[in-house]
């Protein structure tokens, strides 16, 4: 039975630079990474694949770096794990022990079980796998009238992609009363109906699916809650996707009540020399401090680059306390992105707050080739003036932007030193110095603040 120093077990984001960072860190340690399948995909990028990427081949993603930096890779699936013994079986008769080993595992789409006609031929899932997906552009060809149940960031960037091909009709279910509403307030997500109409997705809000029809095993049509049927060569179920953690809760692995594998803040289980990182393990907001769930390839790479460091020692402390869900998208060509709490999330938590908001172009002056309007706004404590949250609506510099707000968030700013936060601006790529926007909006946030 060969032996390994490190187990990776999973090859996505956080596997991979879990990997990296512990070989980097430690050269002289063996690292065997296991992994199902040959090939990997970007997670994010999976919905382009649908159009504007010419093949799925433009959205690969492997370990060569990890090999690079001296690690081994095998593809196998592991089967069985004694904790005890430190060992591990895989499904092709391997056998190996380890001295540390790691859960990278990631996330599976959730099944809507409960939805009569999930099981049907057509009804498909956004699944984080290359044979999957390769398998299911053949039959996205064919299809003309497809429904995407789910208004989420995935099943809106699924929608928007699909729709792009004029031969398709494409509807996209979300229950809430908009799309991406767990993501944005109920005003910036407003703007993202808007921008999936125009870009020619049918949205309907505020509607469930009751059942999914179909004859000789193939689906036919998706009937609503009120009563109205809509036609349907194939749907997708996006409703979210959950920790892949069965081998973890087989092997003995305390698991969390949202079903991630419960981890410290430097990633440890229970369980002396086992690991969890990304979306396989759990999470605490940075806001509200409750367990949380947040499946981002940013938070899990966050994460993995603090394994990675601390695997043998604690060499990197940790000096975030919690996970921000720091989200963009673009859609219809303009970009959604949010930091940290936004009002819903506020409120539930019963966190007090007040908003700044600011409207602007970005580029001076608006009259340039490609300026696009602007919002931001952002969630602020009236206690102390620090930023708890933000959204932003424009072109690409949001997606950036946003970046600022999170680390704005981390590092308990104030609106206060906002006022003074010096930057660096041009008319093609930002906004004027004179009205920077998220200047703006921590000035209006102080007026707020004041009344």
Same mark, same amino acid.
């Given at each position: 039975?060969?032996?390994?120093?490190?187990?990776?077990?999973?090859?996505?984001?956080?596997?991979?630079?879990?990997?990296?960072?512990?070989?980097?860190?430690?050269?002289?340690?063996?690292?065997?990474?296991?992994?199902?399948?040959?090939?990997?995909?970007?997670?994010?990028?999976?919905?382009?694949?649908?159009?504007?990427?010419?093949?799925?081949?433009?959205?690969?993603?492997?370990?060569?770096?990890?090999?690079?930096?001296?690690?081994?890779?095998?593809?196998?699936?592991?089967?069985?794990?004694?904790?005890?013994?430190?060992?591990?079986?895989?499904?092709?008769?391997?056998?190996?022990?380890?001295?540390?080993?790691?859960?990278?595992?990631?996330?599976?789409?959730?099944?809507?079980?409960?939805?009569?006609?999930?099981?049907?031929?057509?009804?498909?899932?956004?699944?984080?796998?290359?044979?999957?997906?390769?398998?299911?552009?053949?039959?996205?060809?064919?299809?003309?009238?497809?429904?995407?149940?789910?208004?989420?960031?995935?099943?809106?960037?699924?929608?928007?992609?699909?729709?792009?091909?004029?031969?398709?009709?494409?509807?996209?279910?979300?229950?809430?009363?908009?799309?991406?509403?767990?993501?944005?307030?109920?005003?910036?997500?407003?703007?993202?109906?808007?921008?999936?109409?125009?870009?020619?997705?049918?949205?309907? /809000? *505020?509607? $469930?699916?009751?059942?999914?029809?179909? +004859?000789?095993?193939?689906? !036919?049509?998706? =009937? &609503?809650?009120?009563?109205?049927?809509?036609?349907?060569?194939?749907?997708?179920?996006?409703?979210?996707?959950?920790?892949?953690?069965?081998?973890?809760?087989?092997?003995?692995?305390?698991?969390?009540?949202?079903?991630?594998?419960?981890?410290?803040?430097?990633?440890?289980?229970?369980?002396?020399?086992?690991?969890?990182?990304?979306?396989?393990?759990?999470?605490?907001?940075?806001? /509200? *401090?409750? $367990?949380?769930?947040?499946?981002?390839? +940013?938070?899990?790479?966050? !994460?993995?680059? =603090? &394994?990675?460091?601390?695997?043998?020692?604690?060499?990197?402390?940790?000096?975030?306390?919690?996970?921000?869900?720091?989200?963009?998208?673009?859609?219809?060509?303009?970009?959604?992105?949010?930091?940290?709490?936004?009002?819903?999330?506020?409120?539930?938590?019963?966190?007090?707050?007040?908003?700044?908001?600011?409207?602007?172009?970005?580029?001076?002056?608006?009259?340039?080739?490609?300026?696009?309007?602007?919002?931001?706004?952002?969630?602020? +404590?009236?206690?102390?003036? !620090?930023?708890?949250?933000?959204?932003?609506?424009?072109?690409?510099?949001?997606?950036?932007?946003?970046?600022?707000?999170?680390?704005?968030?981390?590092?308990?700013?104030?609106?206060?030193?906002?006022?003074?936060?010096?930057?660096?601006?041009?008319?093609?790529?930002?906004?004027?110095?004179?009205?920077?926007?998220?200047?703006?909006?921590?000035?209006?946030?102080?007026?707020?603040?004041?009344?």
């Amino acid at each position: 039975m060969k032996s390994y120093d490190v187990i990776i077990i999973g090859a996505g984001p956080s596997g991979i630079v879990t990997g990296i960072t512990a070989r980097k860190q430690n050269p002289e340690k063996s690292i065997l990474m296991i992994r199902e399948e040959e090939k990997g995909l970007v997670p994010c990028g999976i919905p382009y694949i649908f159009h504007d990427l010419d093949d799925i081949s433009q959205n690969l993603m492997g370990p060569a770096p990890f090999v690079n930096a001296g690690g081994e890779v095998l593809v196998d699936k592991v089967t069985d794990i004694d904790i005890r013994g430190k060992t591990l079986q895989t499904e092709s008769g391997n056998g190996f022990s380890y001295g540390k080993l790691v859960f990278a595992t990631g996330s599976i789409p959730t099944i809507p079980t409960f939805i009569r006609g999930y099981d049907l031929e057509n009804v498909e899932y956004i699944a984080k796998s290359f044979n999957y997906i390769n398998g299911l552009m053949d039959r996205i060809r064919p299809a003309v009238d497809i429904v995407v149940i789910g208004g989420g960031f995935i099943g809106a960037e699924v929608a928007e992609q699909l729709a792009k091909h004029r031969d398709k009709n494409v509807t996209l279910v979300e229950r809430e009363n908009h799309c991406l509403y767990r993501a944005f307030s109920a005003d910036f997500a407003a703007l993202a109906d808007e921008h999936l109409r125009n870009a020619g997705v049918n949205v309907l /809000t *505020g509607c $469930t699916v009751k059942e999914l029809q179909g +004859s000789s095993g193939k689906v !036919e049509s998706v =009937i &609503l809650e009120d009563g109205r049927s809509i036609k349907a060569d194939l749907v997708f179920s996006a409703i979210g996707y959950k920790p892949r953690t069965g081998l973890a809760a087989r092997a003995g692995l305390q698991l969390t009540s949202n079903g991630t594998i419960r981890v410290d803040r430097y990633l440890r289980t229970e369980e002396k020399d086992v690991y969890a990182v990304g979306d396989c393990s759990q999470t605490s907001g940075f806001i /509200t *401090g409750r $367990t949380d769930n947040i499946m981002l390839a +940013s938070t899990a790479t966050a !994460e993995a680059r =603090i &394994l990675g460091y601390n695997l043998f020692s604690i060499s990197l402390l940790r000096t975030f306390s919690g996970t921000l869900s720091v989200f963009s998208t673009e859609l219809d060509g303009f970009v959604f992105a949010s930091a940290g709490a936004i009002e819903q999330t506020a409120e539930e938590a019963n966190v007090d707050y007040v908003i700044g908001r600011f409207e602007d172009v970005d580029r001076h002056p608006g009259t340039l080739p490609g300026a696009k309007k602007i919002i931001i706004k952002i969630i602020v +404590s009236p206690e102390n003036g !620090e930023i708890i949250g933000g959204e932003i609506y424009g072109g690409k510099s949001a997606g950036e932007l946003i970046n600022v707000i999170s680390l704005a968030i981390q590092k308990y700013v104030t609106v206060y030193e906002m006022i003074s936060f010096q930057t660096g601006t041009h008319p093609l790529l930002t906004t004027a110095p004179t009205k920077y926007a998220l200047v703006k909006a921590c000035e209006n946030a102080i007026v707020n603040i004041g009344k």
